[in-house]
C-alpha cells in the first residue's frame, strides 16, 4: 500500500474526527456510533471506507480498528489542536507581545491567561492574597 500524502491524512482525520473519538474511546460497532455520532448509517459507512482505504482502519470481518498508523495520526491531530487551543486562549496577551518574542508552547499549557484592569493592575495579585480563583 502506498502512503498517503500527509496533506490527505491530516485531512482525512480533521473530517472524520469524531469517527476516530469513538473508535479510540473502545467504541467499534456502527450502529453505536451512528447512535453516539447521530448520523446515519451511510455517513458512517462511507467514513469507515475513507479511514480504511487511508490506512487509518482496519475491519477484521466486521471488526474495526485504529491501525497503529491511524492511533498515531489521532493523536498527532489531537496535539495540534490542543495546542491550537493553547494559543487561542492566550491571543489576548500575545498580540501585545513583539513578533519576534520566543515563547515555549508548554508554557500555555494547563495555564490561564489573566490580564489586569488598566485601572487596577495589583487586582490579579490581590485575589490571590484574598484566596480566590483568578478569571
Request: glycine share 8%.
Amino acid at each position: 500500500m502506498s502512503s498517503p500524502p500527509p496533506s490527505n491524512i491530516l485531512e482525512t482525520v480533521k473530517k472524520r474526527g469524531a469517527f476516530l473519538r469513538c473508535l479510540s474511546e473502545g467504541i467499534d460497532d456502527k450502529r453505536d456510533i451512528e447512535d453516539e455520532l447521530n448520523v446515519s448509517r451511510s455517513t458512517v459507512n462511507r467514513a469507515f471506507c475513507e479511514l480504511e482505504e487511508m490506512g487509518i482502519l482496519q475491519d477484521d470481518h466486521g471488526n474495526y480498528d485504529l491501525t497503529l498508523h491511524g492511533k498515531l495520526a489521532y493523536q498527532r491531530y489531537q496535539d495540534l489542536t490542543g495546542a491550537y487551543n493553547h494559543l487561542s486562549e492566550a491571543m489576548e496577551l500575545s498580540v501585545h507581545l513583539p513578533a519576534d518574542t520566543r515563547i515555549d508552547m508548554r508554557l500555555l499549557e494547563g495555564g490561564e491567561v489573566s490580564l489586569s484592569e488598566r485601572q487596577t493592575p495589583q487586582g490579579p495579585f490581590e485575589r490571590i492574597k484574598r484566596g480566590g480563583e483568578l478569571c
